[in-house]
């Protein structure tokens, strides 16, 4: 008897290949979740998940406050954020969006359409 994964997929074919690639839309999300968080200027996904809990946590927490819909070749992103204080919210916003698409095209050969930010909250304490 075949076990079925129950998370939604995206197939991947390429020209000449030896067989078939899926990506788990969660893949897509983790892989949002963690350029998001690389960008200076964002405190951490609006659920308290940054890079440093990765290890504790695991790798399925990272797509908290992220929502992708992917259709065909396309995905549009949805972010929830919380941004430093004092950090311009429109530069930083437009750094993660960079980072994101990029992140995502260049891991998957998946086409970005949109990626949507919304900024949850502003974290007041200041690093040490």
Sequence with gaps: ?????????HKVYETNAIGEVQIADEVVAIIAGLAATEVSGVDSMAGN?????????GMKNLSKGVKVDVTEEHVSVD?????????????????VQEKVKSAIENMTGLTVLDVNIKIAGVNLTEEQ
């Design 1 to 9: 008897m075949e076990n079925k994964d129950e998370r939604n997929t």
């Design 49 to 57: 998940i940054t890079n440093e809990l990765v290890g504790k946590l």
């Design 79 to 95: 972010l929830s954020l919380n941004i430093k204080y004092g950090y311009n919210i429109p530069e930083v916003c437009e750094k």
